[in-house]
Each structure stands twice: as structure tokens, then as C-alpha cells.
């Protein structure tokens, strides 16, 4: 395209030379008739885009990100010129649309319409764009090229997929040292003990441990011993940039839905935890509730307000974790305030969790895995089947 646009600036400088050196009628002619070749150019662009018509839809804005839905995407040309050149751009970076042929230019006759019907695809949870981003043009002696965005681009609300996996295998070594710890509290009541409570009988007080740890201690007694199974999460965002926060979010609620799914199917009793300007859950009693506990994920606003040490320690005040036998945490980054996290569910008697949605190293922290936590990363692109 810069080499025809040199090759009229040559053209049109050899015309202003001829005219100067010969004049006469065929120099203006000539001159005049490649001045006014870009002026023509710019002009048959400016009628295209008044009368060149985009109509996209999709059949429903709720999609379920990975599932693909029908999608009607129509060019029409309402002028009574040729349009010739004319080519889309799609969004790309989180949405698909099927066999439609790229890099395609079309031509349309006066009054003419080119309608592709496929299905369309969206990878990430969220709100997004989709479909055609932005349509070129290009005249007819491609001198010029010029695009645009649509105006009224299609919103897809995309709600997040649900995984099912057949097992927790992160959790099995977990469980074999619950039963282990279990079977020592009957048999020997002393050896497993829990920070005071208001309320718990003075006699229950473990001296020995509170000396030692420097603060009340109780023993646990049979009928104490923790059933309850939380999911919690973190909804912080530290990017400003879709293509970095939406692909982490998305993973995160799949895991979440995942480990939901699979303890609903089962009617295993489990409460969920999130901030939301404030500590929010609720509770699934199993599968019956899942439909409310699905709604309640797929509402969550991840915001760079959110902080998961906040929320954990109004949580832990709160007493959340108190009856809690398992906590599953989906965090977005491991740190040294999160191992202390676990540390402090590991003297409270609470086995934990935590899947680490990142491409980073973390073979440091799961270095401090143990019987009692368990610090599991997961890639963003990874399956969840084997991994949980």
C-alpha cells in the first residue's frame, strides 16, 4: 500500500513537472486527473462507511464460558455503489467464533448482504466483548485503508463452567491423619487440644499445653471432634488487564464449582465464604442447593479492594472455622501470612487446603506442606481432573 501511494506522489510530481516545462492540456489533464485519484479514494471510503450496515447477535447474552451458542452475523451494503475491500476483525483474546474464514475481503452489490450463521465460543467467566471488534476498508486502488470500531459491539455475560472431577486426591493423606488423630483422641484425650473458648469448663483447661504455648489450651473430648467441611476464596484483583485478571478469576470459580459439585453430588454438608464488601456464604446441604450455591458464585465481583487476609481474620473473629473439620481455600498467590494461616487452623484443630491458581514457582511453599495442610498450585491453563 506505501509503494502505490509512492507511485502516485512520483506520478503526480512528474505531471507538476510536466506542466511547468511543457503546459498544455494533456500535462493539466494529466495532473488534475491523479490529483484528484486520493480525493476519489477518500470519498468512496466515506460512503462506505455511512452505508455499509453491521447486525450481530448472539442467541442468548448468558453464556456458560467453553459452551459454544449459536451466533448471526450479517455485512449489507444500503448504497447504490459497489462496495469492494471491505473485511472484519473479531475479538479474539476471549471469545472464538467458528469457521469463519479470516483475512477475507468481501464485495457486495448495491443493496446486497452477506449473512454467516455459526456458534460462537467464550473461554473466560465474566462480561466481555464479543464478535466483530472492528470493520477495514479499503478503496478500490488501495491506496487507503481505514478502520473502525463498532459502535455497539455484543456483550456477552458469561457465567462460569462447571467441572467435575471423580475425587480429591489432595485431600486423601488429610483424611488417613483425621482418622489417625480421631482414633488418639479417644484413646488418649490429652494429646489433642484447642485454644479456649468463653464457655469451655475450667476443668477442661489443658495446663501443661497453656504453659507451654503461652495461652489457654482445652482438651478436645469425644463429641467435640470437628465435622464441618468450608470452601473459601479470594475475590482481590491486582490487575488492571482483562487478558491477566479474567483467565486467574475463571480458574479459581471452576475450582470452587468443582469442589462444590462434588461434595453437593455426594450430600456431603459444606459452607462457602467469599468477600464482597464484607464477609458473604451460605450454606449447601446437597445437591438440592447447588442451583443457589451455583447463582451465589456466579454473582461474586472480584474488586482490588477485596483483601483475603481481611477476610479471613473477620472470618476466624467471627469463629467461622470453629466447628470446621477441612478448609479449602482458592487463592490467587501463597505467602508467608498465608502459611501462618495455616499454622493457625493447624493449632485449632482445622485441616486445610490451599489450591494456588498461578503460573509462578511455587516450590517453596509446597515444600511446607504437611499431615495437616496441604498447599496445591494450579496452572491456569491446567485440567482440574487429577489435580484437585
Known amino acids: 500500500m506505501k509503494l502505490r501511494r509512492w507511485i502516485l506522489l512520483d506520478l503526480w510530481v512528474l505531471s507538476l513537472a510536466a506542466i511547468s516545462c511543457y503546459g498544455g492540456a494533456v500535462s493539466y489533464g494529466i495532473f488534475w486527473g491523479i490529483t484528484f485519484v486520493p480525493v476519489i479514494s477518500l470519498l468512496y471510503l466515506a460512503v462506505v462507511f455511512l452505508r455499509l450496515r453491521i447486525f450481530q447477535q448472539i442467541e442468548n447474552n448468558h453464556m456458560v464460558c467453553g459452551q459454544a451458542a449459536p451466533y448471526l452475523f450479517v455485512i449489507k451494503n444500503e448504497s447504490r455503489c459497489l462496495f469492494a475491500g471491505i473485511s472484519v476483525s473479531m475479538f479474539s483474546s476471549f471469545s472464538m467464533v467458528e469457521e ?21 465460543t467464550c473461554r473466560y467467566r465474566g462480561e466481555y466483548e464479543v464478535g466483530v471488534k472492528e470493520i477495514i476498508m479499503t478503496d478500490f486502488l488501495r491506496l487507503f485503508r481505514i478502520s473502525y470500531q463498532i459502535p455497539n459491539a455484543v456483550k456477552a455475560q458469561v457465567l462460569p463452567r ?25 484413646t488418649e484425650p490429652d494429646i489433642v487440644v484447642r485454644d479456649y473458648a468463653p464457655g469451655d469448663a ?21 463429641g467435640e471432634e470437628k465435622q464441618g467441611i468450608s470452601i473459601l476464596w479470594d475475590t482481590g484483583r491486582d490487575s488492571a488487564d482483562p487478558r491477566e485478571y479474567l483467565p ?16 453437593a453430588e455426594k450430600n456431603i454438608v459444606f459452607s462457602d465464604y467469599c468477600g464482597q464488601s464484607g464477609a458473604t456464604g451460605g450454606q449447601v446441604r446437597g445437591i438440592v442447593d ?45 505467602d508467608d501470612e498465608m502459611l501462618n494461616m495455616a499454622e493457625e487452623l493447624d493449632r485449632a484443630g482445622t485441616l486445610s487446603v490451599f489450591y494456588v491458581v498461578t503460573d509462578a514457582d511455587m516450590e517453596r511453599y509446597v515444600r511446607q506442606s504437611s499431615e495437616r495442610h496441604q498447599i496445591i498450585p494450579v496452572p491456569v491453563s491446567a485440567e482440574l481432573e487429577g489435580v484437585l
Open 100 to 120: 469463519l474464514p479470516g483475512d477475507v475481503e468481501y464485495e457486495l452489490l448495491p443493496g446486497d448482504k452477506w449473512t454467516f450463521e455459526t456458534r460462537l
Open 162 to 186: 462447571v467441572t467435575r472431577v471423580t475425587g480429591l486426591k489432595s485431600v486423601a493423606g488429610l483424611i488417613s491423619f483425621a482418622r489417625r488423630e480421631s482414633l488418639c483422641e479417644r
Open 202 to 222: 475450667v476443668k477442661q483447661i489443658h495446663w501443661k499445653a497453656s504453659a507451654r504455648e503461652q495461652k489457654l489450651k482445652v482438651r478436645n473430648r469425644i
Open 248 to 263: 486467574v478469576e475463571d480458574k479459581m470459580l471452576e475450582i470452587v464449582l468443582a469442589l462444590g459439585v462434588f461434595f
Open 290 to 334: 447447588f442451583d443457589g450455591f451455583y447463582r451465589r458464585v456466579s454473582e461474586v465481583v472480584f474488586d482490588g479492594n477485596e483483601d483475603f487476609h481481611v477476610l479471613f481474620a473477620e472470618l476466624a473473629e467471627r469463629g467461622v472455622f470453629a466447628a470446621c473439620r477441612i478448609l479449602f481455600c482458592v487463592v490467587q498467590e501463597m
